[in-house]
């Protein structure tokens, strides 16, 4: 709660305050209220967090963190950041679609992101989590909460297309 992030550098025995990458710990903290946080499987000191201010990137495990993404991500909890669990070089990073929210994609291991240029459509709804393929680094799921519209779509080439997978008839709702 509050964005406070504490890390351990021994198993847990042991935690460190280290505040939040985006604002001192005033009670706002100015990103979701449960924090998003994605990892590399390959490289553990590299963590992603998300906030109204944008990504924030740590290359050692929390104590020092940039900045890497304007802060059009949308919404407020409902952001999600997600790398790659097939290759850390893939990045996602979204929080609502539609006409103005974008989703972002870095392709060099989130030291900078893109907007996606073909969203998928027909959506305008808050992104309630982004998942990546385990072994096809081109794969990413993106899950929706919006009423009457689908809510799992797929894209197996970094987002050039789109696929709802749903399983709904398209004259749900």
Same mark, same amino acid.
């Given at each position: 709660?509050?964005?406070?992030?504490?890390?351990?550098?021994?198993?847990?025995?042991?935690?460190?305050?280290?505040?939040?990458?985006?604002?001192?710990?005033?009670?706002?903290?100015?990103?979701?209220?449960?924090?998003?946080?994605?990892?590399?499987?390959?490289?553990?000191?590299?963590?992603?967090?998300?906030?109204?201010?944008?990504?924030?990137? $740590? =290359? %050692?495990? @929390?104590?020092?963190? &940039?900045?890497?993404?304007?802060?059009?991500? #949308?919404?407020?909890?409902?952001?999600?950041?997600?790398?790659?669990?097939?290759?850390?070089?893939?990045?996602?990073?979204?929080?609502?679609?539609?006409?103005?929210?974008?989703?972002?994609? $870095? =392709? %060099?291991? @989130?030291?900078?992101? &893109?907007?996606?240029?073909?969203?998928?459509? #027909?959506?305008?709804?808050?992104?309630?989590?982004?998942?990546?393929?385990?072994?096809?680094?081109?794969?990413?799921?993106?899950?929706?909460?919006?009423?009457?519209?689908?809510?799992?779509?797929?894209?197996?080439?970094?987002?050039?297309?789109?696929?709802?997978?749903?399983?709904?008839?398209?004259?749900?709702?």
């Amino acid at each position: 709660q509050y964005n406070a992030l504490y890390r351990s550098l021994n198993g847990g025995a042991d935690w460190t305050y280290i505040g939040t990458p985006w604002s001192p710990h005033n009670g706002t903290g100015g990103g979701p209220f449960i924090n998003r946080l994605s990892a590399s499987y390959q490289d553990a000191d590299v963590v992603y967090a998300i906030s109204d201010d944008g990504i924030h990137k $740590s =290359k %050692d495990f @929390g104590a020092n963190w &940039q900045l890497k993404v304007p802060p059009d991500i #949308g919404g407020w909890s409902d952001r999600d950041v997600e790398v790659s669990m097939a290759n850390p070089r893939f990045v996602w990073a979204g929080g609502f679609i539609s006409g103005s929210g974008n989703l972002y994609l $870095s =392709k %060099d291991w @989130g030291n900078s992101f &893109q907007a996606v240029a073909n969203k998928p459509t #027909g959506l305008s709804g808050s992104i309630s989590g982004l998942y990546s393929h385990p072994t096809e680094d081109s794969t990413v799921y993106v899950l929706f909460s919006s009423f009457g519209r689908g809510k799992i779509f797929e894209t197996k080439d970094l987002g050039a297309t789109w696929t709802d997978i749903s399983g709904f008839p398209a004259s749900w709702g």
